[in-house]
Every structure is written in structure tokens, then in C-alpha cells.
């Protein structure tokens, strides 16, 4: 049995012949292996598809998907969050490989990596911040001149930032009263709290450490727990800082309702540069662009469509496929739609709220 594995552009080498042959979303051969790509302007063209090629495997995974490997990813974060809290030291080579996984994840499955941040999912939002925060920090890091070692450390800074609250998460979440001055206490403690933690079982990477603890440090002076200035606070924190705020506008929790996406991204304009800094909330701005994937758009035909991949060289419309009818209804099959026909043109980005029975692993092709 044959399964499609997503090819990722660095994968492709203009004037060498294809190891293998490659194939469409839909699963329409584009090129044969042993054919050339024979200039730039080709590739450019073939990076406008997510690509894909076949190898031997079995029914039962959807590789490089990451629709499946997040549990995979909240199993082995949870198992962390234990070895942390007692003090195991096999927790820093756990947390590391698990940081490394997720890069090499987003490295070959980017806009799938991104979907997955936006799309409504029925996962606890305490363990899945970390992920959404994780895929986030790859994002903003990529367009500067931060090496591969550093960008791995600040996502498994993302995955164990508040890992010094963890047990009042747990709290909070059946928690109808407003929080107690110990409570109160406890947030304000954790980025020290999760920094010592990390020292304890042996992690001495500098930028992993500094990044937990300051990354709810601001710009304007106003962020604690050490109420640093900007010029103060570590690059990997401003970054998380950032992070950590978007996830929280986008995804439902118990006491709030997501706000759009344009909505979320919007207000980095206006807090950039006061309380975060400009240059990485312009990068997460350019990275996800307009219309990033994982958003929910409703079309001018009336149907509702996700966008499944970007249009990141601003030259092209992004990828959609529609999932509902005009009347509401999900579609029989998800059915890609080109929006350089007037009808299908997007009309306006919207929320969604989770049905249960859409199949991100059939919409984005990995099944």
C-alpha cells in the first residue's frame, strides 16, 4: 500500500532529475521521476501545489501529518510536565527531542503546522497552548537571523513556559470564582518558579532558561515577574511573549470566546512597539499573511471554505477548499475552489465552531 508524504521545497534541486515522482493535492501526477526541474521560474511555479510523493506504507498512519502527530505531541508533553515536576532529569532530553520533532514538522509541513493552530479542535487548552505556541515561535524565528540550535531551544521553551503553574491551570479550569491573592501569587511566581525547574533537571542552554523566564516581560516596563525594559528581555522571550498572547485571542478557553483571526492580528499593530516588539509582530503578520491557514472564509457562491495553504510571495490567491454548502450543510467531499473566478472570491473571514465531523487529514490530502 502506497502513502503520500508531503515534499518540502528543499527537497527540490532546479537541474537535477526527481528521485521520485511527484503529485498534487488531488493526487494528479505533475511530474515523473527522473524529470528535471529545469529553472527557477518552474519551481516557483510547482511551490504555488502542495506536493507530494509515494512510499511504501501501511492504512492505519497519515504521515508527516499534523493533524495526527499533535497527539502524539500532547501525549509525550504531558509525560514532560510529570518527569518536571519530579524532578527527573530525563525531562530536558524529553522536552529537547520533542522541541526538534515539531521543527522538523513545520520545516515540511508548514501550512499544515499553521492550520493547525487556527482550526477548533476538542483538545485541553492548557496542554495544547504549548503546541500552538511551539509552531508559533518556529514561524517568527525563521526570517531572522536566528540559528537552527536557538530556534529549537525557544520552542521547547514554548512547550515548558508555564509548567511553574501547571497544577493551578488544573484549577482555574473547573473554577467559577474569581482568583485568590494565592492564586494571584502563583502566576505571578511561575516564569522564576518554571526557570529553576528547568535548572534543576539540568538544562543550561541559556536561551531556553531566559526565555521561560522572561517571556512575560513587555516592552513598556510593565511585565513581570522582573518589570525588565526592552532592551533588557532576550529576543526568544519578546517572541514567546507574542506568541503566548495570539494563541490565547484565537482559541476558545472556558471564560472567553475566540476573536477572528484578522481581529487577532490587528491588534499587534497596535500594541507593536509599545508592548511588543514591531519587528516580530510584523514577522508573525507577513508569516501567516491575510488569510492564513486554518481560517474559515465564506465565499461570494455562499459556501464556506478553509484555507489550506498561504499565497507567501503575495502573487497568487491562497488555497481553499470549500466544506460547507450555502445552506450550511458539509459537503459530500471538500472541493478546492479557484479563486481567481469571480464567484469564488472570499467575501469575509469567519469563525467556525467545531461540528466534530470535518476531516483535516482528507482536506489537506494525507489520506
Avoid at 60 to 76: E, G, I
Avoid at 97 to 123: G, K, M, T, W
Avoid at 340 to 366: A, H, K, S
Wanted: hydrophobic residues 40%; contains cysteine.
Amino acid at each position: 500500500m502506497k502513502q503520500r508524504v508531503k515534499i518540502a521545497m528543499s527537497e527540490l534541486v532546479v537541474g537535477e532529475e526527481l528521485p521520485w515522482s511527484i503529485y498534487d493535492h488531488e493526487g494528479k501526477l505533475l511530474l515523473s521521476e527522473g524529470q528535471i526541474i529545469e529553472d527557477r521560474e518552474r519551481l516557483d511555479s510547482l511551490s504555488k501545489h502542495g506536493l507530494f510523493r509515494l512510499v511504501a506504507g501501511n492504512n492505519d498512519t497519515q504521515v508527516n501529518s499534523p493533524f495526527t502527530a499533535v497527539v502524539d505531541y500532547l501525549q509525550r508533553l504531558a509525560k514532560i510536565f510529570d518527569a518536571l515536576e519530579s524532578n527527573d532529569k530525563r525531562a530536558r532530553e524529553m522536552s529537547e527531542q520533542l522541541a526538534q520533532d515539531i521543527y522538523s514538522l513545520c520545516e515540511s509541513e508548514s501550512d499544515a503546522a499553521i492550520a493547525l493552530v487556527h482550526l477548533p479542535n476538542r483538545f485541553d487548552p492548557s496542554m495544547f497552548q504549548p503546541v500552538q505556541c511551539a509552531i508559533l515561535c518556529y514561524l517568527m524565528t525563521g526570517s531572522q537571523d536566528f540559528t537552527p540550535h536557538e530556534r529549537v531551544m525557544i520552542i521547547a521553551a514554548a512547550l515548558t513556559s508555564n509548567i511553574g503553574m501547571r497544577g493551578l491551570l488544573e484549577q482555574v479550569k473547573v473554577q467559577d470564582t474569581p482568583l485568590s491573592a494565592t492564586q494571584r501569587r502563583i502566576i505571578a511566581q511561575h516564569p522564576q518558579k518554571g526557570a529553576k525547574m528547568l535548572i534543576d533537571i539540568g538544562v543550561k542552554d541559556a536561551v531556553w532558561v531566559k526565555t521561560v523566564l522572561q517571556h512575560h516581560e513587555l516592552n513598556d516596563g510593565n511585565g513581570y515577574p522582573g518589570r525588565l525594559q526592552r532592551n533588557e528581555i532576550i529576543r526568544g522571550a519578546k517572541i514567546l511573549a507574542i506568541a503566548e498572547r495570539y494563541s490565547i485571542l484565537i482559541t476558545k478557553h472556558d471564560k472567553n470566546l475566540p476573536i477572528s483571526i484578522n481581529d487577532a492580528l490587528k491588534g499587534f499593530f497596535v500594541d507593536q512597539g509599545t508592548k511588543y516588539e514591531k519587528k516580530y509582530c510584523l514577522t508573525l503578520v507577513m508569516e501567516l499573511t491575510v488569510f492564513p491557514p486554518g481560517s474559515f472564509v465564506r465565499l461570494i457562491n455562499g459556501e464556506t471554505a478553509i484555507v489550506i495553504k498561504r499565497d507567501v510571495s503575495k502573487t497568487t490567491p491562497p488555497l481553499v477548499k470549500a466544506v460547507l454548502d450555502a445552506d450550511n450543510e458539509i459537503l459530500p467531499e471538500p472541493a478546492l475552489r479557484d479563486l481567481t473566478q469571480p464567484e469564488n472570491d472570499i467575501m469575509e473571514v469567519c469563525l467556525f465552531r467545531d461540528r466534530g465531523n470535518l476531516d483535516y487529514n482528507r482536506i489537506w490530502g494525507y489520506i
